[in-house]
Nanobody, 123 residues
């Protein structure tokens, strides 16, 4: 079992920044890949970014590439999502998720989920 707890959401004006954190616990989670997803009202949950704990490789959705950075601190068992140059269309509930499937970008591929944290970007 892998347990995930997100934090760091809030309200910010367009152009601002936020850093989300995801505290990770559980057995053998070091073998997992960690991802961030987001879901806006009335929309499907969409992939944002992922990172491999073991090798540190990252991958981003086109919509956030160049603005968001995913990173992991294994000593703190925490995954981060640094979000810069935020836009109103980034407004959503952001979820941390874990999978043992390499290269996963779909919701169904992720087995474990956090409770989500709200990010609101005003224009």
């Amino acid at each position: 079992q892998v347990h995930l707890v997100e934090s760091g959401g809030g309200s910010v004006q367009a152009g601002g920044s936020l850093r989300l954190s995801c505290a990770v616990s559980g057995r053998t989670f070091s073998n997992y890949r960690m991802g961030w997803f987001r879901q806006a009202p009335g929309r499907e949950r969409e992939f944002v970014a992922r990172i491999s704990w073991s090798v540190g490789t990252t991958y981003y959705a086109d919509s956030v590439k160049g603005r968001f950075t995913i990173s992991g601190d294994r000593a703190k068992n925490t995954v981060y999502l640094q979000m810069n140059s935020l836009k109103p269309e980034d407004t959503a509930v952001y979820y941390c998720a874990a999978t043992d499937i390499a290269g996963a970008t779909t919701r169904n591929a992720y087995r474990y989920w956090g409770q989500g944290t709200q990010v609101t970007v005003s224009s």
